[in-house]
């Protein structure tokens, strides 16, 4: 019991001071001191923390600090989308609709309609307006990605 409440002791602290971090990274963010919000994310992002590796992705999606990067926004986005986490869906569904990008409007659905399924109105207002540019065929295909993704990442 004591190993148990010891665990629990370190698991509540260490969440409590990768909050902080996280915290002192977007101030620093706010104030468009973009270096700085990187330094406080990146032993995050690294340690897999999701909201951080989304952060992360957005600096190198924008060029915002970071050389511009779509390659590593791209890959940091995945790695917390694999962990559900809902504005990293987001951001790769702007990701895919972005012209400047390889477009997928298939895929930008996608990922619009796993982030609104985790409570993300903007993925639903998203999803709506791509879906007026897309085919019934697209539409379908995207929904059916959906459904493999969400079998292959079952409690996300």
Known sequence: ???LLT?????LMTSIAFAQDFDAGWAAYR???Y????EAWAAL?????PQSQTAIGSLYYLGLGVRHDHAEAHRL????SEQGFPSALLSLGIFYADPDNDQDVVEAYKWFRLAEKKGMAEGGLRRHRLSGKMTSTQ??????LVL???DAHPGS
């Open 45 to 49: 992002a690294k340690s897999g923390d």
């Open 139 to 144: 539409i379908a295909a995207a929904e059916r």
């Open 148 to 150: 493999d993704w969400l």
């Open 1 to 3: 019991m004591k190993r």
């Open 35 to 38: 270096e700085t919000a990187f």
């Open 77 to 80: 986005f995945m790695l917390a």
């Open 7 to 11: 665990a629990l002791i370190f698991i």
């Open 31 to 33: 104030q468009g001191d």
